[in-house]
């Protein structure tokens, strides 16, 4: 039995853990229900990991507007569930979290020790899980990530090349900054920060993970159509005349200085990985 257990096994990180990691125990929602505490916590008492994950969370950000309770049960209930028995049973926990816990103000990288101010649902229930990781105790690491992607789920990427099927003029936020991150970089992280955490090398906290360089979103559309070789126009609009009913983050940059201190770890380049994806994805030779 694999000493690793990881909550998730359709997400983009979770997809690339699965690559990275065969042999872990993954968790689907047939084997433990996010909104299903009790199950969750007896999956990981069972499981005997040293090592825990979660992977999995809603992220659906507009639909959880009308979800409150569901997007609550899953983003910050059942982690805060799993980090106690991880407690429990000595194991390491690694939770990833988002910027939407950020309002997006200012134009500086959000640091680790910044205060949250979420703007709508999703936002306010991943803040309530990193709480409730954080008062479960134990070796936890909670990392914020941004603006991810892979060949696998749903994400920008796909959706750009989507659209390009149909259009070839496209408009684009271009007032919203982040870092985008690959999802299998992400998935090598937390490993790395599991090992750390497992073997007492690497303290409990908070830390950020993103892409480099920062971007808008209409900095990465074009960047998605170059590297695809297709002949998108784009076009840069404030996100007021792209209203949706939770609002965004207009600053996402993410201060990742201290990951790599304490883990070792670098922040990725995004494009090299979006190379590596539209290849994946049958969209570049």
């Known amino acids: 039995m694999s000493d690793l257990l990881v909550f998730g096994a359709t997400g983009q990180v979770a997809r690339e853990l699965s690559r ?3 042999c872990a125990q993954f968790l689907d929602r047939s084997t433990a229900d996010l909104t299903d505490a009790e199950a969750c916590r007896a999956a990981v008492l069972e499981s005997g990991a040293r090592r825990i994950i979660n992977a999995a969370a809603y992220t659906a950000v507009d639909t959880a507007e009308s979800e409150p309770e569901l997007a609550h049960a899953i983003n910050a209930t059942a982690p805060g569930i799993i980090a106690e028995a991880a407690r429990e049973i000595g194991a390491s926990f690694v939770h990833i979290s988002t910027d939407y816990v950020f309002d997006g103000s200012g ?6 020790g910044d205060t949250p101010q979420p703007l709508g649902v999703y936002g306010s229930t991943k803040l ?3 709480k409730a990781v954080t008062a479960a105790g134990g070796r936890h690491a909670i990392l914020r ?3 991810v992607f892979s060949a696998h789920g749903q994400n920008f990427v796909k959706t750009m090349l989507r659209l390009s099927e149909t259009r070839d003029a496209l408009n684009v936020v271009d007032d919203q900054i982040g870092g985008p991150t690959p999802a299998a970089s992400i998935a090598r992280a ?4 599991s090992e ?8 409990s906290g908070i830390h950020h993970f993103s892409g480099t360089p920062e971007v808008s979103w209409a900095g990465f559309a074009r960047a998605i159509f170059e590297a695809a070789g297709r002949e998108v126009a784009v076009t840069p609009i404030p996100s007021r005349d792209y209203p949706t009913p939770a609002p965004r983050p207009l600053n996402s940059r993410l201060e990742c200085a201290t990951t790599e201190k304490t883990f070792g770890i670098p922040r990725p380049g995004w494009r090299e990985d979006l190379n590596h994806i539209l290849h994946e994805l049958g969209a570049r030779d």
Not at 107 to 112: D, G, K, S, V
Not at 190 to 193: A, E, H, P, R
Not at 196 to 203: C, I, M, N, V
């Open 20 to 22: 990275l990691a065969p």
């Open 107 to 112: 134009e500086r990288p959000w640091r680790p």
């Open 128 to 130: 309530a899980g990193e």
């Open 145 to 147: 990530t941004s603006w």
């Open 190 to 193: 937390v490993l790395t920060i």
């Open 196 to 203: 750390q955490l497992r073997d007492g090398t690497a303290p």
